[in-house]
């Protein structure tokens, strides 16, 4: 039994189909694999343009996820000096 690659056409719907639900897909190996992407994609409610926008910038829920994981930035420039082995916290001797 061979496995054919996904069509570029396959593909392309892929693309469409996945902006339009505001979902994410595997990058399929075969053309069966899209086929079930394809289905699963088509299943799903499509999102309206306001919710692709508010998915893609809404800055509180993403600094409520750097919070909740601990992602503080860090500048470099200002806490450490040196390089290497004789790298020291700024402020200390």
């Known amino acids: 039994m061979t496995h054919k690659p996904p069509t ?3 593909l392309s ?3 469409a189909l996945a902006h339009q639900t505001g979902q994410t897909f ?3 190996k075969t053309s069966e694999q899209a086929s079930r992407e394809i289905r699963r994609l088509r299943a799903v409610k499509p999102c309206s343009e306001i919710e692709l926008y508010l998915e893609r910038f809404d800055v509180a829920a993403e ?3 750097r919070a ?3 992602d ?3 500048d470099l420039g200002s806490e450490v000096t040196g ?3 004789t790298a020291t916290w700024r402020g200390r001797s």
Do not use: E, K, M
């Open 8 to 10: 570029r056409r396959q």
């Open 13 to 15: 719907y892929l693309r």
């Open 26 to 28: 595997t990058y399929p």
């Open 63 to 65: 600094q409520a996820a």
């Open 68 to 70: 909740a994981n601990c």
């Open 72 to 74: 503080v930035p860090v």
């Open 83 to 85: 390089h290497g082995a």
